[in-house]
C-alpha cells in the first residue's frame, strides 16, 4: 500500500465520482471540524485519540524509547478525507536498529520462564480491555470499518493474549520410546530469536496481537511493521505493549518501526530476523517469501483470498442470505476472507440473485461514516480501493457481466462505493479469479455440487470458503479429501469472521501460513530432538556396530 492516498485525494476522486450521491447526512453531521486543514485530533470529539497517546504529531519508531527520522506522512480518515495526525516514519537506519535491539532484548527474555512470560501477556490483554473502546474506535476511524467491527478487532487482540497466557503453562514436547535400552527421546520447543511482523492495513491491531502474543509467550522477541496507512493504530498499540514492558521492567522485547517498502525490505532481507510473519497481498508475499527462502530464514505468509460461499439445493435459504450479507459487504469487501464468490445451485439461483438485492436496497442507506451508529458499511480505505473498484467493474461489464445491484463510486468527500453484485461472469472470467478488496460479489450457477467444488478450487488462492447444506453426504464431500482445497473449509457459517481457537491461514496462493490457535505457536518454535542415553554404555542405532576392539 502506498502513500499515494495522501496526496491530492480530493481532486483525485472529483474525476472518478459518479451521478449518484448518496443523502449527505451520514457522511458529515458528527463532524464539527471547521476546514479540511483542520486535523481531526484538536476537535473535542476526537478527544478519546489523547487517551490511547496519540498527539498531532507521532513518532514512529519505539525501541525503548520513542523516535523516528523517515518521513512525515499524514493519517487520513477514508470516511471524510480529513486528517487525523502526523507521524514520522522510521528510516532503513532504524529498522536495523531496532534489529539489533531486539536481537539483544530476546537474550534475556528466552531465559523467563513460560508461565512468567504468559503473565506480561496476561497483562497486555488487560490493559487492551481498559483501551478496547478508544483503540477500537481508532481503528474504525483509521482503516474505515465500523464502530462494531472495530471493537471486535481489539477483542481479537484480548482474546489472543487470554490464549497465550493458558498456552503458556501447557505448551510442551513429548517423550518418545527408543529402540535403544535405557534410552529415551525427548522433544522440546525452543524460541527462534526475533521474529519479524508485517501486516496489512485492514486488521491493524489484531494480526500484530495474533503474532505478538504467541511469539512472545514462546520466548522470542517481537518487532512490527505496520501498513503506512495505519500508523496511528500502530503507535497506539505499541504505547500499550511499552506501558506493561516498563512497569515489569523489561527490555524492549517488543518494538515498532513504520514505513514503506524500503523499511520493510530491510527486515526481510536481514539474517538476524529469524522468522517473518508476513500479512498482505500474494503479489508482495510472493517477493517477502523468495527473499527471506534466500537467507533460509523462516516464513509464515498470510496473503489474499478468493472466498466462495456455495448454496446447495436443499440450504436453509434464510441464513446463506445472512451470511451472504455480512460475508460480501461487510468491512466493505476489505477481509481476507471476504465472500467474492457465491456458488450457488441452478435452482436457487435466480431466488438467490432477486433477494439478495432487495437486502442489498435495504443496507444502501447504511452506507456511511464508520463512527456512525446507524452505518453498517463504511467507506473503503483509500483512492487505491476506489480505482480497484472501478477497474473491476468496467471489466466485469466488458466481459459480459449484468450488474444486479451497485456498480457505482459514491460522491462524497471520503471513498465510498456501493455495494455491488455482478451475475452472468463465465465461472473462470479473470475478473472473477482476482481479488479486489472493494465490495464486489460475483454470483456464479451451478448444476451439481461437484461443479461447485470445482469451480470452488480453481483460483490461484486457496484461503476461506464455505458450503449452506442439509445434506450430509454434500457437507463430508465438501470436508473430504476432494472437497475445498482452502485452509478454512466452513459449513453452514460465513467465509469470514474466524474465532482465535482455530488455526487461521490458508493454502496456494495464499501462502500456507497458520497464526492464532490450535498449534500456529509450533511456527514460532525450533524443535529440538533429544536422546537421552542412561544406560553407561555407547549403543548405535539400527544396531550398527561401530568399534575397533
Ligand atoms: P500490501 O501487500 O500492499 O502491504 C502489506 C504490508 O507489506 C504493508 O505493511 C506494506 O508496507 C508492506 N510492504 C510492501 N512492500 C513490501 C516489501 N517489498 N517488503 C516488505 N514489506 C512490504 O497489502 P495491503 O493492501 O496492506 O493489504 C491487503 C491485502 O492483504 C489483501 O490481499 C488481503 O487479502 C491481505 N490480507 C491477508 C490476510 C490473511 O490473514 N491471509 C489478512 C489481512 C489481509
Known amino acids: 500500500m502506498s502513500v499515494f492516498r495522501h496526496i ?53 519508531v519505539y525501541n525503548g524509547s520513542w523516535q523516528g527520522s523517515g518521513e512525515v506522512i499524514t493519517s487520513i480518515d477514508p470516511g471524510t478525507g480529513r486528517k487525523i495526525a502526523n507521524i514520522r516514519m522510521g528510516s532503513v537506519q532504524e529498522m536495523d536498529e531496532a534489529i539489533q535491539i531486539g536481537v539483544k532484548a530476546y537474550e534475556q527474555w528466552s531465559q523467563v520462564p513460560a508461565p512468567v512470560r504468559g503473565d506480561v501477556i496476561r497483562q497486555i490483554g488487560e490493559e487492551m480491555r481498559k ?47 527408543s529402540e535403544r535400552p535405557e534410552h529415551i527421546i525427548l522433544e522440546a520447543w525452543r524460541p527462534l530469536g526475533l521474529v519479524g511482523v508485517i501486516s496489512a492495513y485492514n486488521f491493524p491491531n489484531a ?52 514505513g514503506g517498502a524500503n523499511v520493510g525490505q530491510q527486515l526481510v532481507s536481514d539474517a538476524r530476523v529469524k522468522l517473518v510473519s508476513f500479512t498482505g497481498s500474494c503479489a508482495t508475499g510472493r517477493n517477502v517469501g523468495v527473499e527471506v527462502q534466500k537467507r533460509f530464514g523462516k516464513v ?29 459487504i461487510g468491512t466493505s469487501g ?16 435466480d431466488r438467490l440473485v432477486k433477494e439478495l438485492v432487495a437486502k442489498y436496497k435495504q443496507v444502501l442507506p447504511k452506507v456511511g461514516h464508520q463512527l456512525d451508529p446507524n452505518t453498517l458499511v463504511g467507506p473503503v480505505h483509500s483512492q487505491q480501493n476506489i480505482e480497484h473498484y472501478k477497474a473491476a467493474i468496467a471489466e466485469a461489464v466488458k466481459l459480459g457481466g449484468k450488474i444486479a445491484f451497485g456498480g457505482k463510486v459514491i460522491q462524497s468527500d471520503g471513498f465510498y462505493t456501493e455495494p455491488t453484485i455482478i451475475t452472468d461472469l463465465p465461472h473462470d472470467s479473470p475478473v472473477v479469479h ?18 461447485a467444488i470445482a469451480w470452488n478450487n480453481e483460483v490461484d488462492q486457496g484461503l476461506s470458503s464455505a458450503i449452506f447444506t442439509e445434506n450430509i453426504s454434500n457437507a463430508f464431500k465438501w470436508i473430504g479429501p476432494q472437497g475445498s482445497d482452502c485452509g478454512i473449509v466452513n459449513i453452514n457459517t460465513t467465509t469470514n469472521g474466524a474465532e482465535i481457537g482455530g488455526a487461521f ?45
Not at 501498513?227 to 505499541?238: D, E, G, H, Q
Not at 509464515?300 to 460475508?327: R, T, Y
Not at 493454502?507 to 509450533?522: L, N
Open 207 to 258: 494480526v500484530f496481537g495474533w503474532n505478538a502474543a504467541i511469539a512472545l509467550t514462546t520466548g522470542n522477541s517481537v518487532l512490527w511493521k505496520g501498513a503506512p496507512t495505519t500508523s496511528l493504530v500502530s503507535v497506539a498499540t505499541m504505547k500499550i505493549l511499552a506501558e506493561v514492558l516498563n512497569r515489569n521492567n523489561l527490555p524492549p522485547i517488543a518494538t515498532l518501526c513504520q
Open 8 to 60: 491530492g485525494k480530493s481532486i483525485l476522486l472529483k474525476h472518478n465520482q459518479s451521478a449518484l450521491t448518496l443523502q449527505a447526512s451520514f457522511f458529515h453531521k458528527s463532524h464539527s471540524v471547521k476546514s479540511k486543514n483542520d486535523y481531526l485530533i484538536d476537535t473535542p470529539e476526537y478527544d478519546f485519540l489523547k487517551d490511547i497517546g496519540i498527539e498531532r504529531e507521532n513518532f514512529g
Open 505 to 549: 491461514g490458508g493454502e496456494k496462493h495464499t501462502g500456507g501460513g497458520r497464526e492464532s490457535g490450535s498449534d500456529a505457536w509450533k511456527q514460532y518454535c525450533k524443535r529440538s530432538t533429544i536422546t537421552l542415553n542412561h544406560s553407561g554404555k555407547l549403543a548405535c542405532a539400527q544396531g550398527v556396530v561401530f568399534n575397533v576392539e
Open 334 to 349: 476489505q477481509r481476507c476472507t471476504t465472500t467474492r464468490r457465491i456458488i450457488v445451485h441452478e435452482k436457487l439461483y
Open 131 to 177: 483501551y478496547k473502546e478508544p483503540l477500537g474506535k481508532l481503528v474504525s476511524l483509521e482503516v474505515g470499518k465500523i464502530h462494531s467491527e472495530g471493537q471486535g478487532e481489539v477483542q481479537e487482540f484480548i482474546d489472543i493474549c487470554d490464549y497465550a497466557a493458558g498456552l503458556s503453562r501447557i505448551y510442551s514436547g513429548q517423550v518418545i520410546n
Open 434 to 451: 482476482r481479488e479486489t478488496f472493494a465490495p464486489i460479489v460475483y454470483v456464479l450457477k451451478a448444476k451439481s455440487i461437484e461443479q
Open 300 to 328: 509464515i505468509l498470510e496473503l489474499g483470498g478468493n472466498n466462495a460461499l456455495i448454496v446447495d439445493q436443499d440450504a436453509n435459504f434464510q441464513m446463506v442470505l445472512e451470511a451472504a450479507l455480512f460475508g460480501c
